[in-house]
């Protein structure tokens, strides 16, 4: 585990909250709710939530809301926002370099072009808002998933808000990388009915070059938990240029083969690009290196998928195309 993400771990105790978001299918079984932390130790390059990246408050600006009334520069105390004379008239400019999130900005806005992304909720409001919808979770055999972002870099307050949502009777999902300590992942056995595990890739070097992390702790977590008789689905995004070729899907389903019956499902993910708009929000779009990348279709995956079948995987049970487990 990397040194800033330890440091992370070690010293941020309570998250900024991204999003939570409602009738979610595909974060574990039935209806649920999504909680979504804002922080995450690995920097996956085609990530659709590139807001809960940084565990700081960031704001998105919609720039074809915007109606040049000035008011966002009035409210601004950095000098990130301001007029700029042009003509015979004036300009907006924000300079994102100068931006501390306070998010005065977003507050002064008429029009909703700015947006903050990432607040601080106390833990009563989160429990309020999630249990909101019980009623539709016990019908459907849904309940609630924590993720991000990932939830393990933030384990004390995971722990407890995981603890308080058993209180109230709910299935409790946690969507994670697994790239953190055991210890922590320990903890949360109790209070976790299914952990959904993020395997990006099974190349070590493109894990620790590429999205930052390291193989041998994610793997390891996962042994781990499935080891302790935790519902666990392994759950991999198909990456066009990165985990998609002949090598890694033979990769990915020698490994995985070993825990037919023992896991939960393999759930793979096709990559699609509908984060694209949040990396232009946000101002990141040069950093984005899947602009005009199409979207994989469930029919591309294919190979990959009679390989996992002819493994011992059931398709439609133990094994799904997009992560739609269903209702009750």
Request: charged share 25%.
């Amino acid at each position: 585990m990397s040194t800033e993400a330890l440091k992370i771990e070690t010293e941020i105790r309570e998250p900024l909250i991204s999003n939570i978001q409602r009738y979610s299918l595909q974060d574990g079984p039935g209806f649920r709710t999504t909680i979504f932390f804002k922080g995450c130790p690995l920097r996956c390059p085609w990530c659709h939530n590139p807001d809960t990246h940084s565990i700081e408050p960031e704001i998105s600006y919609y720039f074809e809301k915007c109606i040049g009334c000035g008011r966002c520069a009035e409210g601004c105390s950095t000098g990130a926002t301001y007029t700029e004379v042009k003509g015979q008239g004036s300009v907006l400019r924000y300079d994102r370099s100068k931006c501390s999130g306070c998010g005065k900005c977003a507050e002064a806005c008429l029009s909703g072009a700015r947006d903050i992304a990432g607040r601080k909720m106390p833990l009563k409001e989160i429990i309020r808002e999630a249990t909101a919808d019980a009623m539709f979770f016990f019908n459907s055999g849904g309940g609630v998933t924590i993720s991000g972002g990932d939830p393990m870099l933030f384990p004390d307050y995971t722990i407890e808000l995981a603890r308080l949502l058993k209180k109230e009777g709910l299935h409790v999902a946690l969507e994670t990388s697994a790239f953190g300590q055991w210890q922590h992942l320990e903890r949360l056995l109790n209070y976790i009915d299914l952990f959904l595990i993020d395997i990006k890739t099974m190349d070590a070097d493109k894990c620790k070059n590429v999205i930052k992390g390291d193989l041998k702790v994610i793997l390891g977590n996962f042994e781990k938990l499935v080891e302790a008789g935790a519902s666990v689905r392994a759950r991999l995004p198909i990456i066009p240029g990165f985990n998609n070729s002949q090598s890694d899907y033979e990769a990915y389903t020698e490994y995985l083969s070993k825990f037919v019956g023992k896991i939960d499902a393999v759930d793979l993910l096709p990559f699609h690009s509908y984060g694209e708009k949040k990396y232009q929000l946000l101002g990141r779009m040069e950093s984005y290196q899947f602009q005009n990348v199409h979207s994989l279709e469930s029919k591309e995956l294919k190979p990959f998928l009679i390989m996992l079948i002819e493994a011992g995987f059931i398709s439609g049970q133990s094994l799904t195309v997009g992560g739609l487990i269903g209702v009750k």
